[in-house]
DNA sequence: ACGCTGACTATTA
DNA sequence: CTAATAGCCAGCG
């Protein structure tokens, strides 16, 4: 797992100075934490309310060290932008992710959120950092 | 140091 | 609709 390095030069300079000393790693998981029950968003939709939404790819690469986090991250409720649960097998094992959103009344089929444009929170709108 | 990889996305053909 | 391309940036061999 990574080993959580403050190494968000760049994240420094979009978000406002002395507002956040939190790491890229803890944006993300600040976010994802807050993420209402029943909701999904995308790794898209957390990195443009980070303001690095052309690192997209950072999001998914931050939620992996999830596991290692305390208070746990519902990862699971994170998906690409069309509802497909790419990250699925990072979870132990494969199909915890389907399971933990059922259990919230999302409901997958084939590995993809039904109806995910309703389900959809988008962090940019409701949270505005 | 260099190049490749990746839980992504937007754009173009 | 699909496929290819380019941008992103931290880790790793």
Known sequence: MPPLKKTNTKLKAVVPSGKRDETFFELVYDVTRQIPRGRVTSYGAIAACLGTKLSA???GWALNGSSSVRPRV????VVNRIGLLTGKHHFTPPGQMKKLLNKEGIKVRNDQVVDFEKLFWDPVKELEI
Do not use: E, L, N, Y
């Open 57 to 59: 790819r950072m999001v």
């Open 74 to 77: 519902p990862a699971h409720r």
